[in-house]
């Protein structure tokens, strides 16, 4: 993202469609409007593959601690033929009563 301090995660998709990131968020108010995003890259090269591979679809699922989901929202990390950061980002409101959240970030095509 060309944040020198920053941090990298790399995950090859599972062949399966599933959950791959969970993180708690505590202190939150309720009521009150927040930003998630994700520097994301796709490190997948067109030139690399003969056959058509499946570019990531993720979905952000933001939920209460009962498991209700409060919002998501959803995005295709397209293959370019020179990898670039790409921020993905979304608003939500928490609910009145709402202090800690959960986030999880989920492939809803099969990788491998």
Not at 7 to 31: D, H, M, T, W
Not at 51 to 59: A, E, W
Not at 85 to 102: A, L, M
Request: net charge negative; glycine share 6%; hydrophobic share 40%.
């Amino acid at each position: 993202t060309g944040n020198a301090q920053g941090y990298f995660l790399l995950i090859n998709a599972s062949n399966a469609p599933g959950v791959f990131l969970r993180k708690q968020v505590e202190g939150l108010c309720s009521n009150t409007t927040y930003r998630v995003s994700a520097w994301l890259m796709n490190v997948l090269s067109p030139t690399n593959f003969c056959t058509q591979v499946n570019d990531p679809d993720i979905s952000f699922i933001i939920s209460n601690d009962q498991g209700v989901v409060i919002d998501s929202f959803r995005f295709i990390v397209p293959t370019m033929a020179v990898a670039q950061w790409k921020e993905f980002e979304h608003s939500f409101t928490t609910p009145v009563n709402t202090e800690s959240i959960f986030i999880e970030l989920r492939t809803n095509n099969p990788g491998g």
